[in-house]
């Protein structure tokens, strides 16, 4: 799978080990930015993360800023978009099977490199379920997105 990822300078230094941790589990990264820890803006680097899965160079999307709040709000702005601001196991592989999310959000902040690397694991083992209960829930989210543009 292509995994897009994308970080603040907050969440860079967690970014580079989730790098290596996404491609240690055998998936291709896309590198959004940023590429250091320069002071930077989340809503930059999470929509470029964002387009990355729109335009299908990307089936998933991993983004960190300090509290994972912000690039969560932005994300689900785009249209397409399901963003996830996860720090607990259930909600990270749940979010999948349940709510088809496509982007994990976390805060480098608020939790360590070891919690990040089980739920960056889970998150991209997990598949959306299919379920029909779940399909509807998501056409209604989709029709969320057209409805208040």
């Known amino acids: 799978m292509r995994v897009a990822l994308g970080c603040d300078h907050a969440g860079f230094e967690m970014k580079q080990q989730i790098l290596d941790c996404v491609k240690g589990l055998g998936h291709e990264v896309v590198d959004v930015g940023a590429h250091n820890s320069a002071p930077s803006d989340y809503p930059d680097f999470t929509e470029a993360l964002a387009l990355a899965i729109v335009n299908h160079q990307a089936e998933r999307g991993i983004l960190i800023c300090g509290s994972g709040v912000g690039s969560s709000v932005a994300a689900n702005k785009i ?36 919690l990040a690397r089980d739920l960056v694991s889970v998150f991209l083992r997990a598949e959306f379920s299919g379920e029909e209960r779940h399909l509807r829930r998501l056409a209604k989210v989709q029709l969320l997105e057209t409805r208040y543009r």
């Open 79 to 114: 249209p397409g978009i399901r963003a996830g601001l996860c720090h607990d196991y259930y909600s990270a592989h749940q979010g999948v099977e349940h709510d088809n999310i496509n982007v994990l959000v976390l805060g480098s902040r608020v939790i360590g490199f070891e």
